[in-house]
């Protein structure tokens, strides 16, 4: 049998994956095989739009992800995105530039990996485009979300007084893949739960829509390069200073003992590794109380791990003894300085 050409391979790969109901509901007039899709545009919301990338030994390499993997965390991180504004993520685009060794095959796990995040968050896949590339695999997701128009929760609402939350524990992505990267020495086996956490993120979208519906949070942003970055992100938008506290940063029992095995310390994963697409925001302190019993009902996690305060815009951790420290404006950086 000869190998599909380009054309049919994008009909093969999207062919059939969501259903015509589907796509009208979420407002596709026109869907995948146009030059352009074409999508209705609900009154009074406000589109949010975003793009990220996923580049083969750069995001992910054969040794830490499963080829399904990277389609599903190439979706899942830009959904992310769109809840860090408190956004509904609705349609996506696909770009994919596909050197030789992803055959045919693979790349239709790739794409199983796109639809099965795609079905999970309901998000319409409208079009995308595909090239051949020389060595690497690159794949690009356009996201658009929707929001209730003025809504959007951004960076810059942080005001002196607020309490610091996040939606998740963090440390659990870098630790999984620490384990996963191919290393001089042998490094021990992680955790399931790690190396899920690496490869399949569960983007915060309910404690997104929580935030906004509520009225609760005041700032925003989703932890990819690191917590201390985010951190550092929210201060500097905001003008404001973060503190953190240590002893409050959510560290799992796995990642602590994992950490012990590999003899590292867990609070560098936690600070600085990334990929753990929580959310961090900062609210009012009045609201804390009914903030934690409704996501303690909607069974959401939510951890309170610092304050905020006046000053010239920066992150502080406190030490469990009271001691502050700056913390580092350090985090992962496709272009750190050198
Ligand atoms: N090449 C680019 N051209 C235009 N805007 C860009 C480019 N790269 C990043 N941005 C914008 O810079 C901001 C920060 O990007 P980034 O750090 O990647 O955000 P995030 O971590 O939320 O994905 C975003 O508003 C993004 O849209
Ligand atoms: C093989 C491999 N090496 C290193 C990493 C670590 N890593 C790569 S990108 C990244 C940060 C998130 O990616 P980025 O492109 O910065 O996303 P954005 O901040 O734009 O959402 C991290 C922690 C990885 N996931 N895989
Ligand atoms: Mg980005
Ligand atoms: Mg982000
Ligand atoms: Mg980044």
Redesign the pocket.
């Known amino acids: 049998m000869p190998l599909p050409d380009e054309f049919e391979r994008i009909r093969l790969w999207t062919e059939s994956r969501q259903t015509a109901d589907f796509l009208l509901a979420s407002g596709v007039r026109l869907g995948i095989g146009d030059d352009t899709a074409v999508v209705g545009a609900p009154a009074g919301i406000e589109w949010l739009l ?3 990338t996923m580049v083969e030994q750069i995001h992910f390499r054969s040794e830490t992800m499963e080829d399904a993997d990277v389609g599903y965390k190439a979706l899942a991180s830009n959904i992310s ?1 769109i809840a ?1 504004m408190g956004g509904i993520p609705a349609h996506a685009l696909i770009s994919v530039s596909v050197p030789p060794a992803w055959d045919f095959n693979r790349m239709k796990s790739l794409y199983d990996g796109f639809y099965e995040c795609a079905e999970r968050y309901s998000v319409a896949v409208v079009g995308g485009d595909t090239t051949a590339a020389p060595s690497d695999l690159v794949v690009a997701v356009t996201v658009f979300g929707t929001v209730e128009a003025g809504r959007a929760i951004t960076r810059a609402g942080a005001r002196a007084g607020h309490i610091v939350f996040v939606t998740g524990p963090v440390g659990l992505s870098a630790g999984g893949l620490h384990g996963m990267l191919p290393s001089d020495t042998a490094r021990p086996k992680p955790p399931e739960r790690l190396i899920r956490a690496h490869r399949r993120p569960a983007p915060s979208v309910k404690a997104g829509r929580l935030l906004l519906e509520r009225g609760w949070g005041k700032s925003l ?2 932890v ?2 690191g917590l201390a970055s985010e951190a550092w992100e929210i201060a500097e938008a905001s003008g404001v200073r973060l503190v953190l506290k240590e002893a409050s940063l959510p560290l799992s029992g796995e990642l602590a003992s994992y950490a012990a095995d590999c003899r590292v310390d867990p609070l560098d994963w936690m600070l600085y590794g990334g990929e753990d697409y929580v959310l961090l925001g900062t609210a009012n302190g009045e609201d804390e109380a009914a903030m934690r019993e409704v996501f303690r009902q909607e069974g959401i996690p939510l951890f309170v791990i610092g304050e905020t305060e006046e000053g010239p815009p920066g992150v502080e951790l406190e030490t469990e003894r009271g001691l502050r420290k700056p913390l580092a404006k350090r985090g992962y950086n496709h272009f750190a300085k050198g």
Request: glycine residues 0%; without cysteine.
């Open positions: 975003a793009v990220d995105d860090a942003n989703d990819s390069d």
